[in-house]
T-cell receptor, first 110, second 115 residues
Framework: TQLLEQSPQFLSIQEGENLTVYCNSS?????LQWYRQEPGEGPVLLVT?????EVKKLKRLTFQFGDARKDSSLHITAAQPGDTGLYLC??????????FGQGTTLQVKP | NAGVMQNPRHLVRRRGQEARLRCSPM?????VYWYRQLPEEGLKFMVY????????ESGMPKERFSAEFPKEGPSILRIQQVVRGDSAAYFC?????????????FGNGTRLTVT
């Protein structure tokens, strides 16, 4: 069974700071998805990474997929209070079922 | 274009009662997935259904929990004789097909509280 470990579990920073959260696996990912979940809402897909070494950017968010496809990172530049939320990585099986990490709770203070 | 609709948003049940959670997938989506989430944790897969079929129920507790997705109407997650440990947020997601390239669209969940 694929195990996804995310770190850190909780992060509290000031507005304007940079941060990186990590997602690691015990085995190779077929593909990896990153989601953001705000309180009281369902997760929303941010990005899917498929190819080892891939880098994708979404405004101030940069997603990297490790060369060996066993790890991924999400870097946020100049964090804003609106970035506050739970960040989840997940691997999709060929049936579409997602296996999630336990998430990183990010709090950005104004 | 309505997203995935879940109701009720909040549900309070006493121990021993039944809880019924409903999920209407996005239009055109015939694949439904149910997940459970405890506070500040990731989502745990419960069950994957297509119309009238359970495809994967490997995450469902063996007793008291059941799920269906009839030909007409929403998918239902049913919890019989609820206990305090069932208190959690239950999320439904849908997709038009089953593949790792087809993103899931999540509803906003039902928060079940067992008193």
């Amino acid at each position: 069974t694929q195990l996804l470990e995310q770190s850190p579990q909780f992060l509290s920073i000031q507005e304007g700071e940079n941060l990186t959260v990590y997602c690691n696996s015990s085995s190779v990912f077929s593909s990896l998805q990153w989601y953001r979940q705000e309180p009281g809402e369902g997760p929303v897909l941010l990005v899917t990474v498929v190819t080892g070494g891939e880098v994708k950017k979404l405004k101030r968010l940069t997603f990297q997929f490790g060369d060996a496809r066993k790890d991924s990172s999400l870097h946020i530049t100049a964090a804003q209070p609106g970035d506050t939320g739970l960040y989840l990585c997940a691997e999709a099986s060929n049936t579409g079922k997602l296996i999630f990490g336990q998430g990183t709770t990010l709090q950005v203070k104004p | 274009n309505a997203g995935v609709m879940q109701n009720p948003r909040h549900l309070v049940r006493r121990r021993g009662q039944e809880a019924r959670l409903r999920c209407s997938p996005m239009k055109g989506h015939s694949h439904v997935y149910w997940y459970r989430q405890l506070p500040e944790e990731g989502l745990k897969f419960m069950v994957y259904l297509q119309k009238e079929n359970i495809i994967d129920e490997s995450g469902m507790p063996k007793e008291r929990f059941s799920a269906e997705f009839p030909k007409e109407g929403p998918s239902i997650l049913r919890i019989q004789q609820v206990v305090r440990g069932d208190s959690a947020a239950y999320f439904c997601a849908s997709s038009p097909e089953s593949s790792d390239n087809s993103p899931l669209h999540f509803g906003n969940g039902t928060r079940l509280t067992v008193t």
